[in-house]
């Protein structure tokens, strides 16, 4: 038999335990169906149980590690009383109120929750190079974020993997702190806009290999170097990095959602007038509507907002 709640949250990653919060101190009973533990796109807690200390949270002046910071949000949530389902949803039908969602650990056929609103934080996961032991040292030499790990790196020798524009922006941001940073590219020209380019080359901090993938990692418990394969001669390169960035882009966790609601081409969530989407009753926050900042805090910021918005929404329907 289907459960009917009053508030859904898809995730639990920053914006969705912000949204949970503020939907449980509104009284509206939140249930957070956070994901699963196996899951590599629907981890509960989000990407941040992948990453190591956090410096740039505010209020932590020490610094704190990210799945400790996901569990103190999950169990402030809780604490207001939003209730946790820690499993996926598999399906879902915003045809028609109240919305239906269908999760993996249900019996039958019936939805398992009908739910008058819905609050989408199923976030965005970094593309990955897809070699031995990339997810192992994440956190530990190998990173996806420049503005969250560069800090790290001070003196380092670093490699950036990517020729877009996000890879370019990581690399010079990178040279603030690094000796050398250089950038791996598969092809022979980057993708990048020519003033992104200019900039990169011109910066005497940054070098560049070309037609060449990043096929090798080394060390034990942290990066010590890195083998770049020629895609062209097949020559392979030792190169004795400490760091490596992987900027070869994201992709929203939107799948599920594809025909229920407008996306844009990449599949990411359009969002307007705050964090509602075209569906009435359905809003969306985190990175699975903002593929710009990517940011622990700014997504914390979208769920607070997904969660007044959904609030108010709720009692303009109801009156």
């Given at each position: ?39 590599t796109t629907d981890q509960p ?37 939003a209730r946790f389902d820690t ?200 990175d699975v509507q903002d593929h ?28």
């Amino acid at each position: 038999m289907s459960e009917k709640v009053k508030v859904a949250i898809i995730g639990s990653g920053p914006a969705g335990l912000t949204a949970a919060i503020y939907a449980a101190r509104a009284d509206l009973n939140p249930v957070v169906i956070e994901g699963e533990p196996s899951s590599t796109t629907d981890q509960p807690g989000g990407q941040l149980m992948l990453t190591t200390e956090i410096e740039n949270f505010p209020g932590f002046v020490e610094g704190i590690m990210g799945p400790e910071l996901m569990s103190n949000f999950r169990s402030q949530a809780e604490r207001f009383g939003a209730r946790f389902d820690t499993t996926k949803v598999s399906r879902v039908d915003f045809s028609e109120r109240p919305f239906k969602l269908w999760t993996n650990n249900q019996t039958g056929s019936e939805p398992r929750y009908l739910a008058d609103s819905i609050i989408i934080s199923t976030g965005a996961r970094s593309l990955l190079m897809n070699i031995d032991r990339e997810t192992e040292l994440i956190g530990h030499g190998v990173s996806t974020c420049a503005t969250c790990d560069g800090f790290f790196f001070r003196d380092h020798h670093i490699a950036v993997v990517g020729g877009g524009d996000s890879a370019l922006e990581e690399a010079g941001f990178l040279t603030k702190f690094a000796n050398t940073v250089t950038i791996i590219h598969r092809r022979n020209e980057l993708r990048a806009s020519k003033i992104m380019q200019d900039r990169a080359f011109a910066n005497p901090k940054i070098s560049f290999i070309w037609d060449s993938t990043v096929t090798d990692l080394h060390g034990a418990s942290s990066l010590t170097g890195i083998t770049v394969t020629n895609r062209i001669t097949g020559e392979k390169t030792e190169l004795p990095v400490t760091g490596l960035f992987v900027a070869i882009g994201h992709s929203p966790n939107t799948d599920i959602f594809k025909g229920q609601i407008d996306m844009d081409e990449v599949g990411y969530i359009i969002t307007n007038e705050g964090t509602a989407t075209n569906v009435p009753g359905v809003f969306a926050c985190g990175d699975v509507q903002d593929h710009t900042y990517r940011q622990a805090i700014t997504a914390a910021g979208s769920g607070c907002m997904a969660a007044i918005d959904i609030e108010k929404w709720l009692k303009h329907t109801e009156d």
